[in-house]
């Protein structure tokens, strides 16, 4: 009652309280903290952060670019003069030259097995370092077509080096006849089906020097008269 009084005669004195004052009494709910977001911020996301890894090299795109056969090289220029002089020495094309050359590698180099890269050689072997197929074969072909010896050819040949060199000729000269000497061939690949026919049939020496020497009379005498 006491209690009641006092809180009476406050009010009636004008003494301020929270309800007369315009304060509000907080509530237990009201104060319950709530999850804000910091103003202009963003949560990274897996597309976000992708974005940041754009220096990378996309190597996928080099090798479409590689897969296409079109290498762009830079070879010093000292270096590429030699290489120059050697191609035209030897009657090649660069693009021949740099097959080889990296056939050569890989071949040597990549297994470890000689010769060594670097070793000097005489001129005239210079073409047996480059090319697989066999002096004899070179020189048949040659002569017989007129055209030098390409890398191509070297790929087409060099699994007859340990065939009998006139059976090889022998496929030769029965190309041409089978063309009635006329025309011109450009590869060791045309002459390979009439080879593969003459080394498939054996025979006996003397028969195949009688055969050879007919040969080569009828193709000197078709390719004399007819100026080749």
């Not at 754009?54 to 220029?77: A, C, M, Q, W, Y």
């Not at 590429?80 to 002089?85: A, D, E, G």
Request: aromatic letters at 8%; charged letters at 25%; a positive charge.
């Amino acid at each position: 009652m006491s209690r009641f009084l006092s809180q009476l005669i406050r009010e009636e004195s004008g003494h301020p309280q929270p309800k007369n004052v315009g304060t509000l009494v907080p509530t237990e709910s009201e104060w319950v903290p709530t999850e804000t977001k910091d103003v202009g911020t963003r949560a990274p996301t897996v597309k976000n952060v992708a974005t940041h890894n754009n220096t990378k090299r996309d190597f996928s795109k080099v090798v479409r670019n590689e897969n296409k056969g079109s290498i762009h090289l830079r070879p010093d220029k000292a270096i590429l003069k030699q290489i120059r002089v050697f191609c035209a020495e030897n009657g090649i094309g660069l693009s021949e030259f740099y097959d080889a050359a990296a056939s050569h590698y890989l071949a040597n180099v990549g297994t470890h097995t000689p010769p060594a890269v670097g070793t000097l050689v005489p001129y005239d072997d210079r073409r047996l370092v480059i090319y697989k197929t066999d002096e004899g074969i070179i020189n048949l072909y040659q002569t017989q077509t007129k055209n030098r010896w390409k890398l191509s050819d070297d790929r087409e040949a060099h699994v007859f080096n340990d065939k009998d060199i006139k059976l090889i000729e022998l496929g030769m000269l029965q190309t041409f006849g089978n063309k009635k000497y006329t025309g011109k061939i450009n590869s060791f690949k045309y002459f390979i089906p009439e080879i593969e026919i003459w080394l498939e049939n054996p025979m006996e020496p003397a028969a195949i020097d009688t055969i050879l020497n007919i040969m080569r009379h009828k193709f000197l005498a078709n390719t004399t008269l007819k100026g080749k």
